[in-house]
């Protein structure tokens, strides 16, 4: 969403990337349009993108519909009594975004990559938009300069970046 607003504020962004890990309830948002939390969730080395409700894009749709509240009223509702809704096509046309997912086999497979390339010790969420960006660029040969937002600090989740690495831990 922070990146939307430095779009819609001028910074020259070509094309905004969602990355989501196992839980990619957003990907498939992205590609369909319809928004369904009535899916298995699964806990992951990548928290902060545990969710199968994003507060994030309930903001994002606000502004995709002309800031009209009773069209995100509407869509929240029937997310809360069904689990899921549909975006106006008018909506979606407006959603400029790619989207994808790494699953934690694809996750470690990165840090581990990484580091032994370029030693980059990076955490479980970039790992994530980093696999996500490199899918997005084989599949559409987009070759444009990327900023990627790294979102923590390795230390943070230690198990999980030391096991990618091939590191054994005790007790953990």
Do not use: W
Not at 61 to 89: C, W
Not at 140 to 157: E, L, Q, R, W, Y
Request: aromatic share 10%; glycine share 6%; proline share 4%.
């Amino acid at each position: 969403l922070a990146a939307y607003y430095a779009k819609q504020m001028g910074l020259p962004i070509h094309k905004l990337i969602c990355a989501s890990n196992k839980n990619n309830v957003l990907t498939d948002f992205i590609s369909t349009g319809t928004y369904d939390r009535n899916r298995p969730f699964y806990p992951t080395t990548s928290p902060s993108m545990d969710i199968l409700i994003s507060s994030n894009l309930e903001r994002l749709l606000f502004h995709l519909a002309d800031e009209d509240d009773s069209i995100v009223r509407q869509l929240m509702e029937d997310l809360k009594n069904e689990g899921r809704y549909t975006v106006p096509q008018q909506v979606l046309s407006r959603l400029h975004f790619a989207g994808g997912f790494s699953d934690e086999e694809e996750t470690a497979a990165t840090i581990k990559r990484l580091f032994d390339t370029y030693s980059y010790l990076c955490d479980t969420h970039t790992a994530v938009a980093v696999s996500v960006h490199e899918d997005y660029c084989a599949r559409t040969g987009d070759d444009t300069k990327t900023v990627i937002a790294s979102t923590a600090n390795p230390f943070k989740f230690p198990h999980a970046v030391l096991t990618a690495l091939g590191g054994k831990t005790q007790g953990a």
